[in-house]
């Protein structure tokens, strides 16, 4: 039910920012179009597992398995199992998705491009780059600070 809900409002935050939602299946719960504005220039890649790599928009990265495949672009679909939990711990969604990496909250568009397929990473998405000071109600409180477990299965 939750992610039915989840899946209902990427489609109407497209629809009202006159994007075709025609395209969208449903994402992570903690991924949904945040605004569109465009990545920053990618850091270099980890050199090993456990690296942590922070981002100019605050977004940090700590790579638990290096993958073996082709890095994502933005407008790349991207196929992922994830966990989205709060600071706390406090898990909020989890399963299997596949989307389209660019209509997601910038958090995961800047961060999942620096992971290589069969990797595996943790996401510290600031509020900036996830939700802002609108939240994703009931789920997602205003100005929240999500992190996610991410591990990208595929790039199509």
Partial sequence: ????????SLVALACSKGEDSSSASAPPAGAPDAGGAAPAAAPALPAAAGETITLPSGVK????????????????RVSVHY???????????????????NRVIDCWTEAVQLIKV???????????????PRGQPPTIPPNATLQFEVELRGVQ
């Fill in 1 to 8: 039910m939750r992610r039915a809900v989840l899946a209902l």
């Fill in 61 to 76: 990265i700590t790579h638990r398995v290096i993958g073996t495949g082709a890095n994502p672009s933005a407008t790349d």
């Fill in 83 to 101: 966990e989205g939990s709060f600071p706390d711990g406090k898990v909020f969604d989890s399963g299997d998705a596949t989307f389209p990496l």
């Fill in 118 to 132: 069969g990797g595996k990473a943790q996401l510290i998405c600031p509020p900036q780059t996830a939700y802002g």
